[in-house]
């Protein structure tokens, strides 16, 4: 009976040794920042994003704004992705009623989808475009003043969020 209660002890000790392995592997963080970094690298490319980017090129995250966007991007992955881990393309304006300083526009979408940043930053810009409480002139073609980018992985698949952030000129200057 001593033995059995010994091999018994050991078991439940390697049990919780490696489920503290587990447990403590960040659930696939690495592989989110990869995905991160593609993006970023991407929308790197664009002219507005230039005084944006480091010295590989990648936009660099704002961290307030990565802060908020993931925040954003938590809630609507825990809220709206459907049984099949598929997440619609929606967008989040800021900036706008009430009026400030700067519009925030953030697109978030399964990554797959995000993937095309290309078509998705063009997006971006149509959003902004047809926003009537903005001056006509506040699109994305001007220089961004603040960008992130954030990727979540979970069991159901991987999801991305853009924000990008460009002075409000319908602003009112004071």
């Known amino acids: 009976m001593k033995k059995l209660s010994k091999i018994v002890a050991l078991l439940l000790a390697g049990a919780m040794a490696m489920l503290m392995f587990t447990a403590c592997s960040g659930g696939g963080g690495g592989a989110d920042t990869q995905k991160e970094e593609a993006i970023r690298k991407q929308l790197g490319t664009k002219s507005e994003a230039v005084k944006l980017c ?64 290309a078509g998705l930053v063009n997006l971006i810009t149509e959003k902004l475009g047809k926003i009537d409480a903005t001056n006509s002139n506040v699109k994305l073609d001007t220089e961004w003043a603040k960008a992130a980018v954030v990727v979540r992985t979970n069991e159901k698949g991987s999801y991305a969020a853009i924000a990008i952030q460009v002075k409000n000129l319908a602003y009112p200057k004071t």
């Open 54 to 117: 480091d010295n590989d090129g990648k936009v660099k995250n704002d961290s307030k704004l990565y802060k908020e966007t993931a925040e954003l991007l938590d809630a609507r992955i825990k809220a709206e992705t459907s049984a099949f881990g598929i997440l619609l393309v929606d967008f989040d304006v800021k900036g706008v009623n009430p009026a400030e300083p700067y519009v925030t526009v953030t697109l978030s979408a399964d990554y797959k989808t995000a993937g095309l940043v």
